[in-house]
């Protein structure tokens, strides 16, 4: 039996679905599992399979699929490319920790230093000077002057290069919104905004499109050429800059990758009901760019009902079906990522996760029934399936 994984990780998929198709080796967490211990002899098949997951990049989202599986080092028995999100693209260095908001963090250096975000509220919307970065926004555009803006985008890709130089394996790089509603409406980016169409997004994506720009020609200088690859950056379209400009008045950079957060949809209904159609209608207005894609999609509320997750368990299949379609390349599902003692059910979610993350086809009943029966073993009182 050869078994050939497109890279270390791959091969070790193949291991343990190899085991699984011969004695039924399953794991549901880490410290978890079952296994056919009657086996004492075993008949080799013809076997022919290849597959290939839906989603690449596969993200744990939830407190036992961030840090419970990371402690272990077990989430590749669960066929999941990483345990936390951040593993999967180049988090760029700031003073602050870096969380995925970081486009006001990119510009905090120390406060006595000229390129320093709170020395240069020009920079911020509004020319507010940076307060409390959750209630505020940057400025794209320095409020229209072009020589503070060009200024920005030096002061950002020079961390870029150093990023690229400590982790040249990486090849994403997210340039994200902060977590509120608050977007610049200074003169220039209203004209942008209005000559896109009405979207907020073409503010930030201008700016991220030339730091492509700025990359890739550097990938041709002597010092940039080492570190030449498919560099993708990332644009995190949410809240205020979740619509995509109008694609037959603005031309977005072939390097920027989408990364779409629709917070406010219905993940416990189906993804079709009247409810979820405005945020497919968005999600289509990026398609029109034929961009790359990534998911950022929620399995609790984070607005007012955080320690009740969202009802997904019939749900998600579909919703993962949807999306898979369209050849997007990463999908993470955040549920309560600080919550150091979640019930089973959210076992139960990762499990399904790592499920409809490689394959969308999964049966749903038969993978309740193989849970339940292999999560609490002699444990249940009943078993799933049985009368």
């Not at 390349?329 to 993350?357: D, E, F, M, R």
Request: proline share 3%; net charge negative; with cysteine.
């Amino acid at each position: 039996i050869v078994i050939v994984g497109g890279s270390a990780a791959g091969t070790r998929y193949g291991v343990y679905e190899f085991l699984y198709k011969t004695v039924s080796l399953e794991y549901f967490k880490p410290t978890v599992y079952t296994i056919d211990e009657s086996v004492s002899e075993l008949k080799l098949m013809n076997y022919d399979v290849v597959e290939i997951p839906d989603f690449p990049e596969r993200i744990f989202g939830s407190a036992q699929g961030s840090s419970y599986y990371a402690q272990n080092e077990n989430f590749s028995h669960m066929r999941m490319t990483a345990s936390q999100q951040g593993a999967s693209y180049i988090r760029l260095d700031v003073p602050e920790s870096s969380d995925i908001h970081n486009d006001i963090q990119l510009f905090m250096n120390s406060a006595n230093d000229e390129n320093d975000i709170r020395n240069n509220p020009q920079w911020m919307a509004n020319k507010e000077p940076l307060t409390n970065r959750a209630d505020q926004a940057l400025c794209y555009n320095a409020n229209g002057d072009e020589k503070e803006r060009t200024r920005m985008l030096n002061v950002v890709f020079e961390k870029v290069k150093d990023a690229l130089r400590k982790k040249p394996e990486a090849n994403m790089i997210p340039i994200t919104v902060q977590d509120n509603y608050v977007w610049c409406q200074c003169d220039k980016c209203r004209e942008m905004i209005a000559t896109a169409g009405g979207a907020n997004s073409v503010t930030a994506l201008e700016f991220i499109g030339d730091l492509c720009d700025m990359t890739y020609e550097w990938f041709e200088t002597e010092e940039g050429k080492e570190y030449k690859k498919d560099l993708d950056y990332v644009y995190l379209a949410y809240h205020s800059g979740k619509v995509a400009p109008d694609s037959e008045k603005y031309h977005m950079n072939e390097h920027i990758t989408v990364w779409y957060a629709p917070i406010g949809m219905d993940f416990s209904s189906s993804v079709y009901t009247e409810e979820n159609q405005n945020y497919l209608k968005t999600f289509q207005g990026w398609l029109k760019y034929d961009c790359g894609f990534t998911l950022w999609l929620y399995e609790t509320n984070f607005s007012n009902n955080y320690m009740v997750p969202y009802d997904t368990f019939d749900s998600y299949r579909e919703l993962c079906e949807y999306f898979a379609q369209y050849d997007l390349k990463y999908i993470y599902a955040q549920g309560q990522t600080n919550n150091l003692n979640p019930s089973s059910w959210t076992s139960y979610k990762a499990y399904l996760n790592s499920k409809y993350y490689w394959n969308t086809q999964y049966n749903s009943a038969e993978l309740k029934t193989r849970f339940f029966n292999g999560y609490f073993q002699e444990a249940a009182p009943y078993k799933i399936g049985r009368a």
